[in-house]
């Protein structure tokens, strides 16, 4: 049964001061799906997440949410309607304890709300559940990465963004979080995914869209690309033309 669009990006042109990432973008992401951005460094993934949550504001074209044109769009407003991102790295209080970090994260919900949720949010983490009264800096990498999703998930996102989840984890933690972000989709979050670890992602993807120089060169389902055995010549070598070349390939 074919899902409905909850995401577009319309000939979008962004980047920072002169230099433009996103060079007239047009892709469309259904609703309940995982979409997974491909490309080498500097392709333009992380800057599609930063322009969805307002971090950056489109030069031209449109940015869609459910059909309405969000491209001006403040963070507080893109919460309100439902988008959380989780952005690469580690962006937790370390001094503050676990629970602390989710009450920050709720802030926009009121402390009602937020208390009540927390509940819900740490069972989904059992590890991060037991260390609630702990400093967040004494978390190890993969506990961190859950506490960053579990604090997005507070807000009961309709559309979650997130940036190499990946980066510095086990892979049993990786696989673990794969799932977590599964289950999601499959309850109707909209996941939109960068993440180097190509072939896990794609397992649990429904879509990948492949972007070089910000624009799009190849949008295909998840499986389609699996089972493709030039995947990791064409997405983890960087080669120069590797998604153009998946692009010929396909067609």
């Known amino acids: 049964m074919p899902h409905d669009t909850c995401i577009e990006f319309d000939n ?6 002169d230099f433009m990432v996103l060079n007239n973008l047009s892709f469309k992401a259904s609703r309940g799906s995982i ?9 333009g993934k992380s800057t599609v997440l930063k322009a969805l949550f307002g971090l950056l504001k489109p030069r031209q074209g449109r940015i869609l949410l459910d059909g309405d044109n969000i491209g001006g769009a403040t963070q507080k407003q893109l919460l309100a309607r439902g988008i959380a991102f989780v952005p690469q790295g580690r962006n937790l209080f370390g001094q503050l304890t676990v629970f602390q970090n989710l009450e920050l994260g709720g802030i926009t ?31 190890s990498g993969g506990e961190q990465k859950q506490l960053e999703i579990g604090r997005a998930l507070l807000l009961r996102p309709k559309v979650l963004l997130i940036d190499e989840p990946s ?16 289950g999601l989709a499959d309850q109707g979050t909209t996941v939109l995914m960068v993440e180097q ?8 993807s429904d879509e990948a869209i492949a972007l070089e120089s910000g624009r799009l060169v190849l949008q295909r389902p998840a499986s389609e690309l699996l089972a493709d055995p030039d995947i990791e010549r064409l997405f983890l070598g960087g080669g120069h033309g590797g998604a153009r070349q998946a692009q010929v390939a396909a067609q």
Do not use: C, W
Not at 197 to 204: D, G, I, Y
């Open 35 to 43: 979409t997974l951005l491909l490309g080498p460094n500097g392709a």
């Open 12 to 17: 979008v042109v962004a980047g920072y001061k």
């Open 109 to 139: 919900l009121g402390m009602k709300t937020t208390h009540e949720r927390i509940p819900e949010v740490l069972e989904l983490f059992p590890r991060v559940k037991e260390r609630m009264n702990s400093q967040a800096s004494a978390l």
């Open 167 to 182: 980066i510095g984890l086990s892979p049993i933690v990786v696989q673990d979080v794969f799932k977590l972000l599964r």
């Open 197 to 204: 670890n190509v072939k896990s992602a794609l397992k649990v």
